[in-house]
């Protein structure tokens, strides 16, 4: 009886192991898209640019992907809390996450707004443009960075639970 439900723990750290990498690789998607555009969207006319935005129509639903990356990355902490560096990799992890939402909301919503999700030009549109493409460019390297950590997260608490069993 006891091996079965250290056999369901262990199967549902998996999961959450897997769910945790999984997300945040997901999350990394629409955040490397925007980055690796970055560099061909720079050389644009502005009436080419505004054009090319509208392709992003539809992308809020990536908002589904940080929430689920976010409250796995919790999960993962909150479970390896008794290996000290899974849980800090996991709350590093967490933390660059919670980053990307602050510089959202602080310099690519604003934008979003400004310019009507890309069907009005403003008058700076250089100046909006540059703040857009930056913030995300800044975001995907700190998605990027939280992604390696995730990884280095999982892989300590796999090896602090093959440790703590061999004691036991």
């Known amino acids: 009886m006891l091996e079965h439900a250290a056999g369901q723990k262990r199967y549902w750290a998996d999961v959450l192991r897997i769910a945790t990498v999984v997300s945040v690789a997901i999350y990394l998607v629409p955040e490397g898209a925007h980055f690796f555009e970055m560099f061909n ?4 006319s502005s009436v080419d640019y505004m ?4 392709a992003y129509d539809g ?3 990536f908002g589904i992907a940080i929430v689920i990356a976010v409250g796995c990355t919790l999960g993962h902490a909150i479970a390896m809390w008794d290996i000290p560096v899974a849980r800090w990799l996991s709350l590093g992890a967490l933390g660059l996450l919670i980053g ?4 959202f909301w602080c310099f690519i919503y604003p934008m979003n707004a400004l310019t009507r999700n890309w069907t009005e ?3 700076n549109l250089g100046l909006v443009r540059q703040q857009w493409e930056y913030a995300h460019a800044v975001s995907a390297a700190l998605t990027l960075l ?3 950590l995730v990884l280095c997260a999982v892989l300590s608490g796999v090896r602090g639970n093959d440790q703590a069993s061999r004691k036991v």
């Open 41 to 44: 969207k720079s050389r644009m």
């Open 51 to 54: 054009t090319m935005q509208r």
């Open 59 to 61: 992308w809020a639903f």
């Open 100 to 103: 990307t939402q602050v510089i």
């Open 121 to 123: 030009m403003p008058a």
């Open 146 to 148: 939280a992604l390696v």
